[in-house]
């Protein structure tokens, strides 16, 4: 079976992997020309932490991110509201780590060139479409067709091979919230391994507007790097005008007007903003959950499939489960049955996750430890972030 994957983002470069641990062949394109180190922070939850250590990349993983122990709510006074435990301290069986994006994604390349040989990434090459027939299935890139038996759209929100599949999924749903993140150097802060979520509440004390909706997510993702995101609730939720654009540079006084006046005490906010080596702005949204993934020799996996909120830090993760559930089906099944089993498993649980974030987002409001307790015991519920996975198929059946 020659599986080809279209995006060599985290969940595409997973699954290169997870399928080579299954004894199936692949490669990816993708349609950037150079693969770099870009982007900021991220989340990995145990469960995917879980999957990539099972891959072989744990002590990698520890040695490139920052064990989250605890995850603290506070006021924008730096009152604090409530904590929990997280990672191996919160009772799971893996650690929660808190990463660059860029040198997760570059791990992950690395392994890749050195497990399935170095031309197993093609870069340059942007999928626009395909064709398949009974016998095989063609990515169309530009004048080229690739052929392989099995296609995987992993090709981010902006998917192509998501698009020819579902010409009429119209524009993205937009939450109303505008997010600005960006990655400061600065001083560990509560031990330095702990996620800090600061709150608005009501009106500024000024009299100026209001904070409901607004919100300051920090955590470190090295010795001395702090990922900071700001989110402001701009406008009712609705359909996104325009487009998503993750790579638009923010200006800080259009994050300072926001928050600038608050004083947590642990972190200086004007400098957390200002120093900031880079700061993106764009919206908060998603997709309701799609009817199907695939059809015929062809899927999607992460954003292509499910894009979802970042409020409960599981759309890298998801990515990476997904990943793993595809190459452990098609081991178990083979084609077409592997491709059904996994998008049966993976579109009810991805479909759970999204209506979770947005109730996670809804509840924003919550301010009292037996509110804040609630949310996140149901958001683990729901999510399932906390079960083991069940026994994989023995490497090499296909």
Same mark, same amino acid.
């Given at each position: 079976?020659?599986?080809?994957?279209?995006?060599?983002?985290?969940?595409?470069?997973?699954?290169?992997?997870?399928?080579?641990?299954?004894?199936?062949?692949?490669?990816?394109?993708?349609?950037?020309?150079?693969?770099?180190?870009?982007?900021?922070?991220?989340?990995?939850?145990?469960?995917?932490?879980?999957?990539?250590?099972?891959?072989?990349?744990?002590?990698?993983?520890?040695?490139?991110?920052?064990?989250?122990?605890?995850?603290?709510?506070?006021?924008?006074?730096?009152?604090?509201?409530?904590?929990?435990?997280? &990672?191996?301290?919160?009772?799971?069986?893996?650690?929660?780590?808190?990463?660059?994006?860029?040198?997760?994604?570059?791990?992950?390349?690395?392994?890749?060139?050195?497990?399935?040989?170095?031309?197993?990434?093609?870069?340059?090459?942007?999928?626009?479409?395909?064709?398949?027939?009974?016998?095989?299935?063609?990515?169309?890139?530009?004048?080229?067709?690739?052929?392989?038996?099995?296609?995987?759209?992993?090709?981010?929100?902006?998917?192509?091979?998501?698009?020819?599949?579902?010409?009429?999924?119209?524009?993205?749903?937009?939450?109303?919230?505008?997010?600005?993140?960006?990655?400061?150097? &600065?001083?560990?802060?509560?031990?330095?391994?702990?996620?800090?979520?600061?709150?608005?509440?009501?009106?500024?004390?000024?009299?100026?507007?209001?904070?409901?909706?607004?919100?300051?997510?920090?955590?470190?993702?090295?010795?001395?790097?702090?990922?900071?995101?700001?989110?402001?609730?701009?406008?009712?939720?609705?359909?996104?005008?325009?487009?998503?654009?993750?790579?638009?540079?923010?200006?800080?006084?259009?994050?300072?007007?926001?928050?600038?006046?608050?004083?947590?005490?642990?972190?200086?906010?004007?400098?957390?903003?200002?120093?900031?080596?880079?700061?993106?702005?764009?919206?908060?949204?998603?997709?309701?959950?799609?009817?199907?993934?695939?059809?015929?020799?062809?899927?999607?996996?992460?954003?292509?499939?499910?894009?979802?909120?970042?409020?409960?830090?599981?759309?890298?993760?998801?990515?990476?489960?997904?990943?793993?559930?595809?190459?452990?089906?098609?081991?178990?099944?083979?084609?077409?049955?592997?491709?059904?089993?996994?998008?049966?498993?993976?579109?009810?649980?991805?479909?759970?996750?999204?209506?979770?974030?947005?109730?996670?987002?809804?509840?924003?409001?919550?301010?009292?430890?037996?509110?804040?307790?609630?949310?996140?015991?149901?958001?683990?519920?729901?999510?399932?972030?906390?079960?083991?996975?069940?026994?994989?198929?023995?490497?090499?059946?296909?």
């Amino acid at each position: 079976m020659r599986v080809l994957i279209a995006g060599a983002g985290i969940g595409g470069l997973t699954a290169a992997l997870a399928l080579h641990a299954a004894g199936i062949e692949s490669s990816l394109v993708e349609g950037a020309r150079e693969l770099r180190p870009l982007g900021v922070g991220i989340n990995l939850l145990p469960h995917a932490v879980r999957e990539l250590t099972d891959l072989g990349l744990g002590d990698d993983l520890a040695r490139i991110g920052v064990a989250i122990t605890e995850l603290n709510y506070c006021d924008r006074s730096g009152t604090t509201l409530f904590t929990e435990k997280r &990672g191996l301290a919160g009772g799971y069986d893996r650690p929660q780590y808190a990463v660059h994006r860029g040198r997760l994604q570059m791990l992950l390349l690395s392994a890749v060139r050195e497990r399935l040989g170095p031309d197993a990434v093609r870069t340059g090459v942007r999928v626009t479409g395909f064709t398949q027939d009974a016998g095989s299935v063609r990515a169309l890139a530009g004048d080229t067709e690739i052929a392989a038996d099995v296609l995987v759209g992993a090709d981010g929100l902006h998917s192509a091979v998501r698009a020819q599949l579902h010409p009429r999924q119209g524009p993205l749903a937009w939450s109303g919230v505008q997010m600005w993140r960006g990655v400061t150097e &600065g001083r560990p802060f509560l031990g330095g391994d702990a996620m800090l979520v600061a709150r608005g509440a009501g009106l500024i004390a000024r009299g100026a507007g209001s904070e409901a909706g607004l919100e300051l997510v920090a955590y470190p993702i090295g010795p001395d790097l702090i990922n900071w995101v700001v989110q402001v609730q701009v406008a009712d939720p609705g359909p996104l005008p325009g487009d998503a654009n993750w790579n638009l540079p923010g200006r800080p006084e259009d994050v300072l007007r926001h928050i600038g006046h608050w004083d947590l005490g642990l972190l200086d906010i004007p400098a957390l903003i200002t120093g900031s080596s880079m700061i993106l702005e764009y919206p908060m949204v998603d997709r309701d959950p799609l009817p199907f993934w695939g059809s015929g020799r062809v899927t999607l996996l992460g954003d292509a499939a499910h894009p979802m909120y970042p409020v409960g830090a599981n759309g890298a993760s998801q990515a990476i489960v997904d990943a793993r559930a595809l190459a452990d089906e098609l081991a178990r099944s083979g084609y077409p049955g592997g491709l059904t089993a996994y998008e049966s498993t993976r579109g009810k649980a991805t479909a759970a996750v999204i209506a979770a974030n947005r109730e996670l987002h809804a509840g924003a409001e919550a301010r009292t430890p037996t509110e804040l307790a609630r949310i996140t015991e149901h958001y683990r519920r729901v999510t399932g972030a906390d079960r083991r996975r069940p026994e994989r198929p023995q490497a090499g059946h296909s």
